[in-house]
């Protein structure tokens, strides 16, 4: 049990009805999780409004309401607290409740549309290497330790954020790799964290369906840099056209990567191969097994990152060396038809333009190049034709399908994707509706020696058609139909 007014410290309280000296057994925003003596925040979403269920909070057994608006009518023996933004009044509480965990170890945000997932997993990869007890907060898993569980969000809900990091001071972790989305920002599940750093990958068009326009989302994401303290080390990509506008109002150290241009952190591909990138980074040449210039990219932010964490430099490059790929991300294999599959979470525009200039930078132009390429339901629809001329430009065959159409019409989807292809390049064009009959006809169609990019999805399991999730892994599948295909 905890006390209410200990819990609400640095919490912008506008007026409190009722006593803060009470009892707390814990905090919830999800009135469905409400039991005795529980406090209730009520949060404003998307879809629904948490002060709808005041009411019912109180019923199941909530002792005290934070609120943006007092109820008309409100119930004796009820703590009342108003306060100007109850994302943010979450976010302080639950630190202040799991006894602010963050300030406990050494927690480092990535930030950015692409490379995210990459950079904070192998983060923890190289550190655990290193013989660190480590913890992850992804889009793919959350790690505690050895500990392994589900992640549901890029970046989670304060409370969920709070417990794992709590849950990691008490497995004796001491860094901490967390991605953090511009939805998470935006809505203040970080707000109350304790950031030692903060890296920046690249910024190019994402999730204009929740940010009204391009400038909303870089200042979304320029606040998190804003907001880190002194203490802190901010590392932004300089080659990207905003990574100096994520370094302007900071205070943190301001360190920068780059490929093109004068920074901290450089580095030349001296050799680029399916198998890996041979690079020299601040003067000193090493091999990973990481492909393509986006990859390079995100070698230099782990590198800067380390050497930031105080790791010796050359342990940082030998480590580095030993990083094996991210599930979903440029990761493929070769049939016994020698035909390549590479499956890639590229679902922007920009990260699809990369994985494919990657792939056409290593191949010798005599295979074909084969993309099944999708969009998502329920996301911005602006990117959709886009995605499909990158795709057709890009590519000798482009097959466009189903990529988790949601509530929509996934031929809708894909005769909004059709709008981008340019005349000349509708010969290349496919269209089939069902995802794994699109990877099979990809399958079907290539040749030895031939490539397969199966994008959108990556390390996704799931295809969710009007809100039901059913199984589905890309790379399951495309290694089942090849295997079929040999025999």
Known sequence: MKILKDILYKTAIESVKGSTEIAISK???DSRNIEENDVFVAIRGSISDGHDYIEKAIQLGAVAIICDTLPENTTKGITYIQVKDTNAALAFMSANYFGNPSEKLKLVGVTGTN???TIASLLFQLFEKAGFKVGLLSTVKIMVDKTEYKATHTTPDSLTINHYLNEMIEAGVTHCFMEVSSHGIHQKRTEALHFVGGIFT???HDHLDYHATFAEYRDVKKSFFDSLPKTAFALSNIDDK?????????????LTYALKSYADFKAQILESQLSGLLLKVNDNEVWVKLIGTFNAYNVLAIYGTAVELGMDSLEALRLLSDLESVSGRFQYIVS????????DYAHTPDALDNVLKTINDIRTKNEQLITVVGCGGNRDKTKRPIMAKIATDLSD???????NPRNEDPEVILDEME??????NYKKLLRITDRKQAIKTA???????????????GHETYQEINGVRHHFDDMETVKEILEQLNK
Request: net charge positive.
């Open 27 to 29: 905090i919830e925003f």
């Open 115 to 117: 490379g995210k997932t």
């Open 202 to 204: 690249n910024l190019s």
């Open 242 to 254: 905003n990574g100096t506008v994520m370094l302007q109002n900071t205070v943190a150290r301001k």
């Open 336 to 343: 016994e038809g020698n035909i390549t599959a590479i499956v």
């Open 397 to 403: 065959k482009a097959i466009l399908t189903s990529d």
């Open 419 to 424: 709008k981008g292809v340019e005349a000349h």
């Open 443 to 457: 399958c079907q169609l290539a040749q030895p020696n031939d490539i397969i990019l199966i994008a959108g999805k």
